[in-house]
């Protein structure tokens, strides 16, 4: 195996509505002196990809139905922003200790719904966007036609997690790319079968472009070079368990 | 943020009770061509770790009780792996599926305590180091001493997780390095306050390493230079979440 390199993207411009992020992403690469390369990962914070769908709500037109009102008091939270967490999943899996923990409607099981105030302004919450996959995937079509590149693309957001203190970043959305590489039937140097052995090549990429973005840099997007992955057009969805086979729901 | 840049280390030998894993590490960067840095992040799999400290048992010598006996019927398990799981674990978190999530006597919830029958050889399975923060503590000294930087070094395995398929490599070990990247307090560029960022810097920096380890390549090692961290020596074991505070044990 070679080296593996992740070169971050900065100086992106606050997204709006309607931007296209292939383009600001093309325009960073300029900046940065990088010629992307065939089999290239570009990761793309979910924010981004957010705003650029319109995916930001002011709260003042948020109207917290009982529900949300009662959980946010529990929680010590803004009934508004429960509201929108509410709104934003199929039901809540956990709360309690001022976490709530829901599936979201696109099968993420995660605090808030991922619904997040940071880095979008006073009175304001960021929603995920509606299928980070196709997301993903219009990014990528993009940036192949105007490189002449096969690449694969990773949307991500920052998720905690059971067990472990802090954060990790994980990929929501993505193109090109299989989120595994299966070992499955594949022997070791000693023969031995390894029978469940699937890295989510997609979450370990979010994680380490997480290093290089960090949460106050404004580097929203990097180039991972180097990594072993299977093409694929699975998605995110592809890589979420089944809520039969699930321990924890 | 800079470039970050990801090293694989190969052709470390089959690893044998005694030997030392500083002096492996040394001779795979000397053949890489490698000169380490300060602030150079040395990422080793916990198997190296754990057959250098003699952690490989015989299963041969193992006799299955009744509870293991019984656990192993329900999960479609070998009895005597069983028996090694519940032996190194506390309490069994979940069961079902053909997988049995543990709490081991070191405060990680995981699937099997850790016990692993990958690259062990046939009848053998490998346990984790009794206290993976030690053992990179050994290994970071002794790798500062011999080339008089400063360094960290993280201990990895790679665990599954609730709610999604695959797994990753995340920190069982680290020395040199907190754990965690605290953003508490901090505020993004619309004058927010982040109150709960806290990336585990050491999780994705197991997860970048993996990308170039793989599980068949006989790359049980990396370097990872690049990250931003803070020194500090809480160990993993400050990153497991006190059991009061989770929703999921």
Not at 95 to 107: C, L, N, Q, Y
Not at 207 to 219: R, T
Request: net charge positive; hydrophobic share 40%.
């Amino acid at each position: 195996m070679s080296e593996l390199r992740v070169i971050p993207l900065k100086g992106i411009p606050e997204v709006r509505e309607g931007d296209s992020v292939a383009r600001h992403l093309s325009r960073a690469l300029s900046r940065a002196g990088v010629s992307l390369r065939d089999r290239d990962i570009l990761v793309v914070k979910q924010k981004v990809v957010s705003k650029s769908e319109g995916k930001v709500v002011r709260l003042d037109g948020v109207t917290p139905g009982p529900r949300a009102a009662e959980l946010a008091e529990a929680e010590g939270k803004d009934p508004r922003i429960v509201e929108l967490v509410l709104r934003e999943s199929v039901r809540v899996v956990r709360s309690g200790h001022g976490v709530i923990i829901t599936e979201t409607r696109h099968g993420f099981v995660c605090a808030n719904s991922g619904v997040d105030q940071s880095n979008v302004g006073e009175g304001r919450a960021c929603l995920l966007p509606s299928d980070s996959d196709a997301s993903a995937r219009r990014i990528r079509k993009a940036l192949e036609r105007s490189t002449g590149r096969r690449l694969a693309v990773v949307i991500t957001d920052t998720f905690g997690r059971p067990w472990r203190r802090g954060q990790t970043d994980v990929a929501i959305g993505c193109s090109g790319i299989d989120p595994l590489l299966s070992f499955r039937g594949r022997r070791d140097s000693f023969g031995y079968e390894l029978r469940v052995t699937e890295p989510a090549v997609v979450d370990e990429v979010a994680g380490a472009a997480e290093l290089v973005m960090g949460k106050l840099d404004m580097v929203p997007a990097a180039v991972v070079r180097g990594v072993r992955y299977r093409r694929g057009e699975g998605g995110v969805k592809s890589l979420l368990m089944s809520r039969e086979k699930d321990l924890f729901r």
